[in-house]
């Protein structure tokens, strides 16, 4: 059975059988290496005693030949023959005496003998010649030869070239005198002897001897037959390189008389047992090589038998199971580990299998639709969900309708986006009619492309209700804004005719006397005053509402504020029979920079409410000056503490939302709107500041108000003292064009005017304005703002321009701006009044009039 990729990864049995080779090998080669060792050492061991051995052979040898030469020498030197041949000169008699005697003893018979008497050498044994010396050389040793040693080592120039010797003589006595009648000598020959060469190869079991005589090599056994020679065997010598596989040499060294180490005896042996063993061990590593090598064949065999068959199996069955569809059970395998295996895949298979059709039913029943794509763009797979949303009724490669290419067209972006790793949700694409909101992720595929999972919601209802709560909210803006709109205009509606009413009403009160009805007239003003302070309320909140509320700072001395409150809430205080405190921790002559007329609708407002809810006991109203930190400004901190009626705990978060009365019995028994604690919740946040309740019911309120003010200095002392209006003011009438389009405040203005004399001219428009002062001249303009057609700023800037540059123009404006103010003035009006125009702010006006243009006017 073929398997994939065994090119590039090894088999099991192929692993196995290296791995046991390896083993087998290692091992092999320690035992050999180790019992090597052990060999050696015993052949080294071996060797070296040999050597001693041989070496003492040797001696032996050499000692017991010098010693038999010896003894025959001297029993020789003692012979009757010897001694006679001095007295009779016999010399045959002593020829054939030592033939005689090496007949007897060949073997320890020297190689030549003579006898010398006084200086001369006087007889030989005729042997010398043999080897080439001749009596001069005999005389030559004679006398070379050391008389204090036994054994001399001589060289001598022979005919036959250098001969080596070893001497010895021993004296010839006369037995009766005792007297030396000569000396007998005994030599060897060590060139080339033959008989000393054998004898000696013998004596030391050698298979080769070598003689050296000091330095020279003098003889030796080593015959041409021999594999070696004697410069062989000095080569290996004087390198001490000896290989003890091949030869085994050993040097002997002999001393001579006083010569020490005079002649060296090389034995070559050659080494049976080295060889022995080499050949042995090379026979056991080819064994072993050859058992190695059929050990890993038949493992190899026995493996790919066993193992690879049952790993093959496992391995198709893997491929099969990966491949197609449908999962089997593993059919087994008779080794355990795969047995194993096997079944543990088979598992596996299983439960992914059913994995994969649970997501395939999931994919398949989903009611969302659910569309897999290429990381190109294109569709890979499309649930049945999809191809319904997307209206697909044909085969994917037929659908070209116009919506799926629009749909695709906007999709295949995104596709790409996420195929590089985005992850996209809440992408909303129309599709028809509907619109569905498409999440995008990008896919690892086993092949590791990167497809990319898109999953639909029909979020058609939801934009639906999105829009509808878009819709909704501009109403509910469109509407508040409306609302504030229609306070804002109704209040400014009624309060112009209710400054009707108050105007007359004061006119009424400054003129009549009648008891009866000066009663109802304070009634009339009463109620008027309190309806323009619910109107200015509502007024002031829905300009708070809609934003355009901004604080007005100037400097101001903090009296003043005292001196109001005084003013007006001591005398409802006593009328209420209820005492008012107030303390000020703030020195008489603080100056403030903030908004006074906001701070006084604060503190008003919170004294008003004291007042009114408190029957009995007191209201307490303390100011105090918190020093400035850093990082924080000097706050001015008010306090309006009451013994009234108090608040519910409940209701203690809700009193300061608009029209949020405690109990709604309230309003009818105190009346009020419910929207001054939301004006001055406001107005507090509007100056940055804090406001805190704490309350009881029955016991008392208590309010506290931190307010950051910035302290200002060097103000004039203001002596505000009640105004005491002189309606005298001008001896004659002064001539006013009155500019106002509202009949009402016409009306009251007019009046307001005659009771100082004047005569009033009404103009309703600026148009009629610049008629009527073309024709006439007037010494005074009162010049409302809100004229129809042309606002008062720019009628004042007409006559300014193309009328009268010096008639002076005093504007009325009901909305106290200074913005307002300053486009009055750079129009070329004179003087400001605040609308509605009451007596006190009137009176102020003309005085003014009066100090700065009246006189200056009569004069001209
Ligand atoms: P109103 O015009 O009704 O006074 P506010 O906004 O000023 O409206 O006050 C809202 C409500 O808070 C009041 O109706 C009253 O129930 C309660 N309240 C305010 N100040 C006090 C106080 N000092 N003592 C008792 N209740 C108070």
Redesign the pocket.
Known sequence: MPLTNFNKHKTLATLITRTLVWVITIFTVGVLIQSWHLSRDIVQEEVKRTSRQTSSLVHNFFEYRLASLQILQDSNAKSDTVENFFNNHDYRGLDYFFLREDNLEPIHSPDFRFISHLSDVIWDDGNALFYGLESSNLTELFHKVDIHSNWNALVTDSQLGLKHTLIRRTPIVQSESGEVLGFLFAGVILDDNAGLLANLLQGSNSDDVILRFGDKFIASTISPDDNYTVQSISDLIYSGETDLSKLLITETNLDVGTKQNILTIFSVQRNPSVLALRNSYLFWIFLSLAVITTISFLTRRWLNRKVTKELSELMVYTKVAVSQDRVEKFSGSSIHEFNHIGNTLSNTFERLSEQEKLFQDLFSFSLSPIIVWTEKGTILQINPAAKKTLDLFEELSQANSKSFVSFINQMRPLVLKASMGATLTGIDVPIGEKVYRWSLSAIQTRDDSTLVLSQGQDITKLVEAEKQSIKARKEAEWSAKARTDFLAKMSHEIRTPLNGILGISQLLKQGGDDGKYQEQIEVLCNSGEHLLA?LN?ILDFSKIENGSFKLEKHNFKFKEVITALEGIYRPLCDHKNIELIIRNDLSVNTALNTDQVRLNQILF??V???V???HQGHVEVSFTLEPEELNKAAGLKIQ?E?T????LSN?IQQ??D??????AT??RE???????????KNLVTIFDGEID?S?EVGR??R?EVILPIETAIGLAENNAKETVIDFNLFPEAVKVLLVEDNHTNAFIAKAFCEKYGMDVIWAKDGKEALEFLKTMSFELILMDNQLPFVSGIEVTKQIRNTIDKTVPIYACTADNLTSTRQAFFAAGADFVIVKPIKKKSLYEALRHFKRYHYYSACEH
Not at 644 to 647: E, H, L, N, T, Y
Not at 658 to 663: G, L
Not at 671 to 677: A, K, N, R, T, V
């Open positions: 619910v309320d407002n919170l008003s409410n004291a009114k809810f408190t309006v009451d009234g009626i108090g608040i209701q009193i300061f608009p029209f949020v009365q405690s109990e309230l309003t105190y009346g009020g709107s419910g929207l001054g604690l939301a004006i001055v309740v309350s008392g309120t309010f």
